[in-house]
């Protein structure tokens, strides 16, 4: 199924749960039925990262997602299991040609400085969004321009169909503010949206703690299943699991050598791939390093890492091995390619001597100063194949602005696994940044093209083709390793570095 | 005393335009990529152009550094390049903080450093070396291992202090004293073998001195000779290992802010670092500097007040 059909029924279908309900009515008790469990007390989480301005354009996604989806609605929401459902917007529609994009939106939202949601809203904020050039901004790189026909009615106007465009409305580009506030100096500090909480200023200790307390006029009540939510920036991993220990927190990311001391407590955990980890064989068409112009020294690369003890050894097994770069979640993901290169250092002898280097040959290897001991490993499994790889150090701040200069033809990274249209535009199609030399070919090309209308088949077709050219050489998922005490319940969201703001309860 | 004064402040103002010149030329060579790191790894090529135009990234390097230098001078140290916030406003945020934790430690560090030195040096015998057994494990303990020994025991099992977070002192003077008392102690274990060590041999040096002979032939008691001239002369050695170990603090906290999550110029000072926010470290850096060369100037102030040869000099 498409994602825009996808999205479609599942937007129908919510919609019709909203009106059976009554949801949307003012006042609690009527959504009473719908709101399974107890509501109510404090919800506290430690989080990795620090909210830097509350400014939508200046968001980001994945760990900062927390701080920004108490105090603003994105106009569709992304459920736990990424279904896209209406939020703002109560239903959305393509035109023929997937270039244009009408929004129904609610008519009974206002944001907390009184101002009305609406069409103007939703054009000043996607408007206030690309000029502003955030960190997110090209998501809505697509997007030229936002049209109002009447005041619940919105069209997004693409300038190429973009199948991830609902996604980025459920994310960064998404998240409303009262147009008022945009463009003025106090958004970077105080948020004005129409969120389910609102950021108490006087309670915030910017670095340290951000308190929301609960939006008395807000529209869906389900969404305030706390009175309030305290989020506290610990960058340090043994902060947090310090934190959430001590119960000064209910819910914190741990990592593969704290995760013990979270079990050790007594607490929940949720395991979520979200990344997968290996060698980008940038260089596929061999122009830098001929050898990797041959399928067959692509593969034997891949044959020649031992995925699992390196998964044993330094992630504690905290993962699972896979030789594609498409996660479990993608509609192109295709199970049996997790198993499609073993560890066979025999096998990657023979195809390197069939490739006309039976005495391996010479690479040079980018090592991000962070990730020393992975890549001593793998120059160590190269050479056990006899590819004799050079290590050239950079520091761990430069190291990804260095690869995608294109001044080499490998190496070692870790990136998240999104859907298909958007892993093309990150990591694999001739635009992506991580395709610093802008590979691509005649069969990918036209597979990249049927993935731009939506075609799930080809995503699949797509992901057998690029593992089978072996373009990378994918070691594992990694899983995020996310601990809870009992007093609240916490579902995985799918595909994001931490649960949304809407999947923690309390137990009672 | 006048010209000696003047004569400090000019030189901490050079120093302070020779340090961040120098730090401005390097972030200057390793700023390629910050309009990528803003934007990340979707940017297209003409996003990042428009980034770098709209932070100065396109201009040379002496029209940045005079723009920088104008507005510094004037106080304005810019925004943050990530998110917007004016630098001396996080700077004034955040300082409290570390100045809370840094000075506190070091006060408690200076007083107990100066209790067992005096007490290790004129008593000798087991409290002398029970103190230099002390000073040898606190030296050799580094304050993050004492920090998350504090943190397991007394704020995970014990349950007595929070294991993280700030509480401002306006909010709860209380709340704010058991706040900062574990980060407090995991610094001054540290400080006071270094400063304990010092009082002790400086103490020990100066009563073996002519002048403190003639004092005890004179018939002075022991006491008065002890706390009014040998403390006195050998107070200046101990406020020079007290003043370097609050340069070392500025940096030594980083880390204790980190465990702690304490909302202090460290983890300001990590991030901006990391992400290539040139204003932040420049706030950062001239803050530190600032810190460094007021910090100088008290003690050669402290130490002209109790040694008049100093003022000469």
């Known amino acids: 199924m498409k994602l825009r059909s996808r999205a479609a029924f599942a937007a129908m279908l919510t ?16 959504t009473g039925d719908n709101t399974a469990g107890p509501t109510g007390g404090t919800l506290s989480i430690g989080s990795l990262v620090d909210v830097t301005s509350f400014d939508p354009a200046a968001s980001h996604v994945g760990h900062y997602m927390q701080y920004y989806q108490p105090v603003y609605d994105t106009l569709i929401m992304r459920e736990p299991n990424g279904d896209l ?157 310090n934190a959430l220990v001590s119960g000064q927190v209910n819910a914190a990311l741990l990592d593969a050598k704290t995760a013990p001391q979270g079990t050790g407590a007594g607490l929940n955990e949720i395991t979520n791939p979200v990344d997968w980890q290996g060698l980008f064989l940038f260089d596929r068409g061999g122009v830098q390093a001929k050898p990797l112009g041959d399928v067959r020294v692509r593969q034997a690369i891949n044959y020649a890492i031992d995925r699992q003890s390196l998964l044993d050894s330094l992630l504690l097994g905290n993962g699972e091995i896979t030789s594609q770069v498409t996660g479990t979640s993608s509609a192109g993901y295709v199970k049996k390619l997790d198993e499609r290169y073993d560890f066979d250092p025999k096998k990657a002898k023979s195809l390197l001597a069939a490739a006309g280097y039976p005495d391996g040959f010479d690479l040079t290897l980018p090592v991000n100063s962070a990730d020393t001991i992975i890549n001593a490993a793998i120059v160590q499994q190269l050479a056990d194949v006899g590819i004799n790889a050079t290590q050239v150090v950079i520091p761990s701040t430069d190291y990804r602005n260095e690869i995608f200069t294109g001044k080499y033809s490998i190496g070692y990274y870790g990136i998240f696994q999104g859907d298909p249209w958007v892993a093309v535009n990150h990591h694999i199609g001739p635009n992506a940044a991580f395709n610093p030399l802008k590979y691509t070919d005649e069969k990918s090309a036209a597979l990249i093209e049927k993935i731009q209308a939506g075609d799930d088949d080809a995503a699949k077709e797509f992901t057998e083709y690029i593992t089978e050219e072996a373009w990378f050489a994918p070691f594992y998922r990694v899983n995020q390793l996310y601990f809870f005490d009992k007093t609240v319940t916490v579902e995985n969201q799918l595909q994001q570095a931490v649960p949304s703001i809407y999947n923690y309860a309390p137990t009672k | 005393m006048l010209i000696f004064l003047l004569r400090r402040l000019v030189a901490g103002i050079l120093l302070l335009f020779v340090i961040s010149t120098i730090t401005y030329v390097l972030l200057y060579f390793s700023s390629d990529g910050i309009a990528q790191n803003i934007l990340g790894e979707f940017a297209t090529p003409e996003q990042i152009a428009l980034k770098q135009a709209e932070l100065g990234l396109d201009q040379p390097l002496p029209v940045r550094y005079f723009e920088w230098l104008g507005g510094a001078i004037t106080g304005d140290f810019g925004r943050s390049w990530f998110n917007s916030e004016p630098v001396v406003t996080a700077l004034f945020n955040r300082l409290p903080v570390t100045l809370t934790i840094v000075l506190g430690a070091l006060v408690i560090a200076a007083v107990l450093a100066a209790l067992l030195g005096v007490a290790a040096a004129i008593k000798r015998g087991w409290i002398d070396r029970a103190v230099q057994l002390l000073s040898l494990a606190g030296d050799a303990l580094p304050s993050f291992v004492v920090a998350i020994v504090l943190v397991t025991s007394l704020a995970i099992q014990a349950k007595i202090f929070p294991a993280t977070g700030f509480v401002p002192f306006s909010d709860n003077p209380a709340l704010w004293l058991m706040s900062i008392a574990l ?89 901006s670092t990391t992400q ?38």
């Not at chain 1, 919609?15 to 009527?30: D, F, K, P, R």
């Not at chain 2, 006071?192 to 020990?204: P, Y």
């Not at chain 2, 460094?292 to 100037?297: D, G, S, T």
Request: hydrophobic share 45%; charged share 20%.
């Open chain 2, 276 to 313: 290539g926010d040139i204003p932040v470290v420049m706030g950062v850096v001239v803050y530190t500097v600032i810190m460094v060369i007021l910090v100088n100037l008290v003690v050669d102030l402290v130490n002209g007040w109790l040694n008049p040869k100093v003022r000469v000099s």
């Open chain 1, 85 to 241: 459902t209406p939020m703002l917007a109560t239903d959305w529609e393509y035109d023929e040609t997937e270039t244009e994009l009408t929004l129904n939106l609610r008519d009974d939202v206002t944001f907390t400085d009184g101002e009305k949601f609406d069409a103007e809203a939703v054009k000043a904020n996607i408007d206030h969004f690309k000029v502003a050039n955030g960190p997110q901004a090209s998501t809505a790189a697509s997007i030229e321009a936002v049209r109002v026909v009447d005041e619940d009615t919105a069209v997004i106007e693409l300038s190429q169909p973009d199948p991830a465009i609902l996604l980025y409305m459920a994310a960064s580009a998404g998240f409303m503010a009262s147009p008022a506030a945009l463009d003025t100096e106090g958004i970077i500090g105080t948020p004005v949206g129409s969120g389910p909480y609102i950021l108490d200023t006087e309670s915030t200790i910017a670095g340290a703690t951000y308190t929301y307390a609960k939006n008395p006029d807000y529209w869906n009540p389900d969404l305030q299943k706390f009175d309030e939510i305290v989020i506290k920036p610990m960058q340090d991993v043994t902060a947090r699991v």
């Open chain 1, 15 to 30: 919609t019709g749960a909203l009106v059976l309900t009554g949801c949307g009515a003012s006042g609690g008790a009527a």
């Open chain 2, 183 to 271: 980060p407090i102690t995991a610094l001054v274990f540290q400080l006071v073998a270094q400063a304990a060590q010092q009082f002790r041999s400086a103490i020990i040096d100066v009563r073996r001195r002519d002048f403190v002979r003639t004092l005890r032939s004179r018939g002075l008691p022991e006491r008065e000779v002890v706390f009014k001239h040998v403390l006195r002369s050998a107070a200046p050695a101990a406020l020079t290992i007290l003043s370097l170990q609050f340069v070392g603090l500025l940096g030594g906290s980083v880390i204790i802010e980190q465990i702690f999550a304490l909302p202090g110029v460290g983890p300001l000072a990590v991030l």
